[in-house]
């Protein structure tokens, strides 16, 4: 996430500039782990380049969580904070160029970033913004049918639906690749309801 906020502070240019040096810049093809769930999360990750997922094991399932793309920041942050075991894997979904930077220098820059004017601010507001979308996808999980979050998710998010696997989709959904399917063949049909 920390990545995120260069965009929004382009007067701390001299910031990202300075810490630049100190990230890892990795060129890796698809279903590279940058994150085993159950390890300590150690690095922020910031995707130049493809796409990455992250999930967690259930039972010899993989449940999708949530997917991210170019420009954007992502860790564990819970165990990034906590220094406590992370609940879900990283993963490339294509071939990716990702930046990583230390827990050790996320911290120093961070430090550095609060003495900036309105930083403060900015950073509540994009935590803020991040949160709410998370809650948006759990009451959606809980209120909506598979069927109106795959209608949610090609209205809002259709990049999504354009360059993610079906199967990662549908464990994102928490359907199989057959209902999947069905939901798809019946919106082609133009039938909304279900």
């Known amino acids: 996430m920390i990545f995120q906020f260069q965009k929004h502070f382009p007067q701390l240019n001299a910031y990202w500039d300075r810490y ?30 493809g ?19 170019e420009e954007e920041g992502l860790s564990s942050l819970d165990s990034f904070i906590n220094n406590s075991p992370t609940p879900y894997t990283i993963e490339t979904i294509e071939p990716s160029v ?25 950073f ?16 959606s999980f809980i209120r909506d049918t598979p069927e109106q979050r795959y209608q949610r998710l090609l209205n809002e998010r259709p990049h999504i639906i354009q360059r993610v696997s079906q199967h990662y989709i549908a464990s994102y959904l928490g359907v199989s690749t057959v209902h999947l399917s069905r939901i798809k063949s019946k919106l082609a049909k133009g039938n909304p309801h279900f």
């Open 98 to 122: 990702v930046y990583l930077l230390s827990r050790k220098h996320v911290l120093q820059l961070m430090e550095e970033l609060t003495h900036e004017k309105d930083f403060l601010t900015m």
């Open 51 to 69: 796409s990455l997922r992250t999930y967690f094991n259930n039972n010899g399932t993989e449940i999708t969580v949530q997917f991210f793309f």
């Open 124 to 139: 509540m507001k994009i935590t803020a913004r991040r949160l709410t979308h998370y809650s948006g996808e759990f009451i």
């Open 20 to 49: 630049l040096p100190l990230q890892k810049r990795l060129e890796i093809p698809a279903r590279t782990k940058l994150l085993e769930e159950g390890t300590v999360s150690n690095q922020a990750i910031y995707v130049e380049k």
